[in-house]
């Protein structure tokens, strides 16, 4: 089992910065592949951004050169710096992780930008 934990969602005025963090932890040995998803309301899950082991990363269009993902191996968290927020960008943020046959989801985090 794996366990993923995420924090640092909140309350941003259009054009601030956040940081979300993905703390993992359990049989992390069976990951190859960990990213971020958001979900807004009426709307389906989409993929922000994954990297994987290799370090190769992959961004959605919607936020390529405002997000960055990015992957601290010894402390084994995952986090998404998120700049120039727009308001479109509100949404639950998921961390998950996968590898093979598995597939790992975090709570969620509330990212809400005002305009």
């Known amino acids: 089992q794996v366990q993923l934990v995420e924090s640092g969602g909140g309350l941003v005025q259009a054009g601030g910065s956040l940081r979300l963090s993905c703390a993992t932890s359990?049989?992390?040995?069976?990951?190859?592949?960990m990213g971020w998803y958001r979900q807004a309301p009426g709307k389906q899950r989409e993929l922000v951004a994954d990297i994987t082991v290799t370090g190769r990363i992959n961004y959605a269009d919607s936020v390529k050169g405002r997000f960055s993902i990015s992957k601290d191996y010894l402390k084994n968290t995952l986090f998404l710096q998120m700049n120039s927020l727009k308001p479109e960008d509100t949404a639950v943020y998921y961390c998950?992780?996968?590898?093979?046959?598995?597939?790992?989801w975090g709570q969620g985090t509330q990212v809400t930008v005002s305009s």
């Open positions: 998950n992780a996968r590898g093979g046959v598995y597939e790992y």
């Open positions: 359990g049989s992390i040995f069976r990951l190859n592949t």
